[in-house]
């Protein structure tokens, strides 16, 4: 007699596939993922990218709010090989970069295979491959390939913190950023968003706008820049001032900039990091808030800024200086992480799901293993990863399909000679 453990087991092992995949591995359909996959097609190398997934960009297509766009200029957004349409404006809107992303992925006849997500990979000795195991619905299917190249994404899984009575009091009423779509379920509630990087300044503004009542905790500190300086974008700007500047005299500038346009932020309850925005983006990955209209809400009373939370209690919140406000929801924008640790095994990611190997090198590991979009430097850094990447990947191609084809031939060559 079977128990129903043996019998199911059975049925699981019988139903895992397996498949070789010719070419590289591609875990992701971002544009990391998709940036990888052009730049390899324009090598000629085969591919298979794996999504967990039902879209492309499932990030921007199903856990950011409608009022979304991008807030770096054109040029630092667009993938490799395909720029943006002309008629797009600087900071394009969510809808319109989708967009382009499905014209990318059509463009470069990327398909990514849908509703796979990778449980776990590993490097097989044995066979000198990537394994990897894989969930699509009820079935699970095993890749090997000579290359994986992870393109997870640094917002992979939201962060969720635990606050004292937070679940208690108000789970139904609780949400994280990932799932705000619009202020218009939020008119004249009383929310709390909790974290003030660009997701809580821009989630406070479009509640504003919607005629809610926001207030944002800053537990800490926060570099506010204005995201136009003199009618051009600061981080264009800073971009410039980079080749001629050391990284701390170009925040110097920034800051002086910054301070000329918006005022002193401090006195708003927004302190500045010891560290300036620049170096702060590029050794510990903490993105400045570019401004795009919530500092003047701020300013004028109609988003309140707190600081850090003690607990939760019925309808209420206590704060750390002892007040207690009044709160109807509350949104979560606490960041996200980087999912990496939670499916793949070896040592060339490091306790946060992001190379070892730091910036500008982190992008090839070790026994044919990749990473892209981990720079912490936004979409122009997924362009900088993704055709070295290719690049990479396609010399070795080259050198293997070299040796196949002169072997092929002298097959070829020896089969007709041994029947003349
Ligand atoms: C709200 C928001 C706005 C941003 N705006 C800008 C901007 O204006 N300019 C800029 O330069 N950068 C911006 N960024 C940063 C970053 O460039 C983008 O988030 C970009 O989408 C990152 O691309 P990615 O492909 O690396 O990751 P993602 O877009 O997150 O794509 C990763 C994909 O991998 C899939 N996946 C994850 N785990 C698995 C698994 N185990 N198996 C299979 N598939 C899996 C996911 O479903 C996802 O589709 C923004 C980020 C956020 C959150
Ligand atoms: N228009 C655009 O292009 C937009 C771009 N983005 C990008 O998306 C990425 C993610 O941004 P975002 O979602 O804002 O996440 P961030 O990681 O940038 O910010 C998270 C915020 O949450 C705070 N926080 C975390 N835990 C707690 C806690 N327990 N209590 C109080 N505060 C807490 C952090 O504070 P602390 O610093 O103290 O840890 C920080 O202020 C960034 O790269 C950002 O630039 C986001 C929105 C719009
Ligand atoms: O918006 C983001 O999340 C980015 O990572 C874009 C970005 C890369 N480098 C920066 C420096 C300052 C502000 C935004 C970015």
Known sequence: MRSPEMVRGDRQLFRRRRKWVNGPLIV??????????????????????????DCIASLWQHRTYDRLKLH?????????????????????????????????????????????????????????????????????????????????????????????????????????????????????????????????MEVCLDLCLHNAFPTMVVRDSVHVLPRETFGRSTFELAVGLMKWLPLNLVDKVMLALSRMILGDTEKLGLKRPCIGPFELKNTQGKTPVLDVGAL???????????????????????????????????????????NVNSWLQGSDFDTDGFPRTPFPNGWKGSSGLYAVGFTRRGLSGISMDAVKIAEDIARVWREETKHAKAKHMIACYRRRTSRS
């Open 28 to 53: 992701g359909a971002g544009p990391s993922g998709l940036a990888v996959g052009a730049c390899l097609r324009d090598h000629g190398v085969p591919f298979v990218i794996l999504e967990k997934s």
């Open 72 to 200: 770096l200029p054109n040029q630092f957004c667009q993938l490799p090989k395909l720029p943006f349409p002309r008629d797009f404006q600087e900071y394009p809107s969510k809808a319109q970069f989708i967009a382009y992303l499905e014209a990318y992925a059509r463009h470069f006849k990327l398909h990514p295979q849908f509703n796979v997500a990778v449980a776990s990979a590993k490097f097989d000795d044995t066979c000198g491959m990537w394994r990897l195991r894989c969930r699509r619905t009820e079935t699970e299917v095993e890749y090997f390939s000579q290359w994986l190249v992870v393109a997870t994404g640094e917002n992979a899984d939201c962060v969720v913190p635990e606050i004292a009575g937070m679940h208690e009091f108000f789970s139904d009423h609780l949400m994280h950023v990932c799932d705000y779509k619009s202020g218009d379920a939020f008119r004249r509630k009383k929310v709390l968003v909790i974290g003030c990087g660009n997701s809580g």
């Open 296 to 338: 003047g809400k701020i300013k004028s009373g109609e988003i309140k800024v707190v600081p850090g939370i003690k607990r939760f209690l019925h309808g209420k919140v206590e704060l750390v200086d002892g007040t207690t406000l009044d709160v109807d929801s509350i949104i979560l924008a606490t960041g996200y992480r980087s």
